[in-house]
């Protein structure tokens, strides 16, 4: 079926005022989605209503404002529960994004649970922020990181990762979707292989989030972790998705206001899940707006929202294999729409800059997974990823403004 | 030629451009590729331009009391750019270049494409250019 007719992308690109712009005399092409990808009226709307009319501090105040404003802050947790489909409500604990997301697991459940000689078992495809926290805790619990390598196409070896696994596992930590490469791993067999060992599992959804269904329940994960900024909402706000079970035997991983019950300088006892883990007055103007994107997704469907995605990505990533001396990076077999590549003997710093003086935005570099690019043997990738609102024409302008970049570099 | 001669020469040369940012960045690349080879020994660790966000390799010899550099990038436009600053500070005393003013990135619209990122790797540029100058003066300084 030829998504055009099912979902019409000039509305929806309507939705985002920022899209609406020229940059460097050219209207913007905006393919740095995996980065961040651009919010729609009603999320911005949301923020400003929010400070225009209830503006007040939550959960504590009895007044008219609080009572409203908490409501709202309450409201995308449920719908965020809904979203990954979580169990209970209390399940769904408000972060800055996913980077927050992980360390409070690595801090509090690492601090807690890990012993000296205990293993923990990441992915050659993990961002920094995946990587940097398992380092951490390993060093101070005298715990030891194994890492699961990738083919080269940029999949998880999962024969390797099952030599891997063993007794000492205490904890797997895997992305969803990789950054980098758009694979999308097979997380619920990664995740049963890791239950069958007695480890607890952890899955980076910053790339998912958007994109793909998520259901916590039906994967059996143990922490699912979500950016708002990457699935059209806000800055500085996201989720962790904790069982119950597991959150209520960790300790807190911030103190302060909010997540106590009462307080005595002999002791203090803690409030209940999600607040436990939620001290001091949250992000609550963006929380509320990330509802907006939530019912951004639900309204268009994630079903629909891949399907235009995958098009857009295979239209793409044909036009790119076609121009000389390019070489794609990342050839998994399931993928979100992110497409890396290179082009022999042109820096991956030039070819984002010339496209950028035609009004396209792409990400150069090595994208925070500096032990993924080792692995692949580059320095960085030029990355294209795309969105619900890009189209074909806005591909074809990038192809143009590559063939343009290859004939000036090789005459 | 004065460093400011070369700055409005090169000012006056980008303004045929138009402003055309493309054009322009052709331009910044098509310089970089004019520029004298670096041989390969000298690309060490020690030569690296602290700062930058691409690789650059500075090197400086004096000669009569003017200062001779030699450049290069592992990215075609940071090569350009690399090749605009010799342009303006070859041949030059290390008096004068310790003392030039430069004021043609502005005129040229560089900062707008440039990038903060960039920009502060340009400014690392000629910081290590200068410090190539200071070192020639005291040099030079000493055998007096």
Redesign the interface.
Known sequence: MNTTTAIDIRKIREQFPVLHQKV??KPLIYFDNAATNQKPKQVINALVNYYQGYNANIHRGIHTLAEKATRAYEETRHSMQKFINAKNVEEVIFTRGVTESINLVASSYGRTFLNAGDEVIISELEHHSNIVPWQIICEEKKSILKVIPVTEVGEIDLDAYRKLLSSKTKIVAVNHASNSLGTINPIKEIIKLAHEVGAVILIDGAQAAAHLEIDVQDLDCDFYCISSHKMYGPTGAGILYGKKELLEKMPPYMSGGEMIRDVTFAKTSYNDLPYKFEAGTPNIADVIALNEAINFINTLGKEQIAEHESELLAYASEKLAAIPGLKLIGTAKEKVAVQSFIIEG??H??IG??L???GIAVRTGDHCTQPLMDRLGIEGTVRASFSIYNTKSEIDEMIEGLK?IVN??KP | MSISQIQDEIINEFSLLDGDMEMTVFYIMELGQKLPVMNEVDKTEDNIVKGCQSKVWLTAKQNDGKVFFIGDSNTAITKGLVSLLIRIFNGQSPETILKGDLYFMKNIGMERFIGTQRSNGFAAMIKQMKLYAFAFKTQLAEKE
């Open positions: 460097n005399g042109i820096h710093f030039d800059q010339m950028d003086t035609r343009r000036f570099m």
